[in-house]
């Protein structure tokens, strides 16, 4: 299996998150298919280790993920889910449902890797291509389950935080204008920027060889939302510590302490944007 280096790398700390989540008895997410998948890995990727603070977050946060995208799956007949750096992610096979339209997509070398472990089917597409390299945009207008009545759940998990502020607005920017015609849903992944400041004391990435650093983050809501595109409307904002309160140990508490809470967790952040409606005049 091809050595991984940089960013494509970390995409190893979830799969083993999840794969070590299975063996609980009372799991946070039950993963079957990320276990077999880690127990199939080369040996030296086994060197790659995840904290068990990550651990409980990345579990939290692939249900909280899970259930937001049910639930649009559910209400929405016309949606394209698009999953942006998607790694090893189970998302879709956990979903075992052919129906859902769907589309993962990476840089090449973690697509080749994912390649060797997923198949692409006549709903589910696999896209080898940076988030940066906007002729992805394309290629989604080129699958053949989009149309112009499509609604569109844009996945960004452990993603934007190794991206700084200005390269995360031009991608959403760039998203909402090539997508403006249609609703679109962002379920993002943010850290804090008290974690951003602090990516060499996180346990599970500063071990990566090449170390890659987290660039964004935010604190307090009202700082996202001042660098966000205009109608683009944040609908929900889910931390990680309102989650398997005993789980988290002592560190739970901080669920209780706002300034605490803000800073020492992840969270989920759900935006929506929807196009003008046109006005007609007699």
Known sequence: MKRLDGIPESMLIPLIARAKEYEYE??????????????????????VTCDDMSQIGISIRSVIIDSVTKRLIKDNKNLIVINIGCGLDTRFQRFNNEKISWIDLDVP???????????????????????????WIEDVINYKFFNSKSNILFIFEGVLMYFDESVMTKLLHTI???????????????????????TKRHKSVSKLSSQPVFKYGYNDLNELDKVLP????????????????????LFGYCRYIPYLKKRLNNKIVIMEYKPAKLITHN
């Open 26 to 47: 009372k799991p946070i997410i039950k993963d079957a298919l990320s276990k077999k998948i880690f127990d199939g890995l080369d040996d030296i990727y086994k060197n």
């Open 109 to 135: 070398e973690s697509i080749e890797i994912r390649k060797t472990f997923f198949k692409e089917t006549d709903s589910y597409k696999m896209i080898a291509k940076s988030m940066l390299d906007y002729s």
């Open 176 to 198: 909402i204008k090539k997508f403006g015609d249609h609703n679109l849903t962002f379920a993002i992944e943010f850290c804090s920027k008290t974690i951003a400041n602090n």
């Open 230 to 249: 205009n109608k683009m409307k944040v609908i929900n904002e889910y931390n990680y510590f309102d989650y398997h309160k005993k789980r988290w140990g």
